[in-house]
């Protein structure tokens, strides 16, 4: 199962904390995690082996959403940001547009993420 890790800047940090919580269930073999690029930083430093995409605003998330449209991406966790301004918004709602399209689970808030994590 590929899940999806994406956290705009003032979430970083709470995604990096939620992995670390969640270690037991992520390190499972048959899940493997994939990012854009500077979440993914973080990510691979927190201990987790995670495939970089492109940085978001250089169109990691329009990679991201072409991996859900194949069906190569199975769940997305974004914690997003909506007290900031981003360059590439449309790239973040053609992700998420995908997802609903391709019946993709999205979370998009940690409260959400703690829900779908549970249900792996
Ligand atoms: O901008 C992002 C999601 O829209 C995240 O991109 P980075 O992980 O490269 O910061």
């Known amino acids: 199962m590929e899940i999806a890790i994406i956290a705009h800047d003032g979430k970083k ?8 919580e969640h270690k037991k269930i992520l390190l499972q073999k048959e899940i493997s995690l994939i990012s854009t690029g500077t979440t993914g930083k973080k990510v691979k430093k927190a201990g987790f082996e ?7 605003p250089m169109g990691g998330d329009a990679q991201i959403a072409a991996r859900v449209a194949e069906g190569k991406c199975h769940m997305v966790l974004f914690f997003r940001d909506p007290l ?3 360059p ?3 790239d973040v709602l053609m992700l998420m547009r995908l997802c609903d399209v391709h019946d993709v689970p999205l979370a998009t808030n940690l409260a959400t ?8």
Do not use: D, T, W
Not at 13 to 20: G, S
């Open 50 to 56: 995670v495939i970089r995409m492109l940085s978001g």
């Open 113 to 120: 993420a703690e829900l779908l994590i549970k249900a792996i």
């Open 88 to 90: 590439h918004e449309p």
């Open 13 to 20: 940090a709470e995604m990096v904390q939620f992995l670390n």
């Open 84 to 86: 900031e301004k981003h």
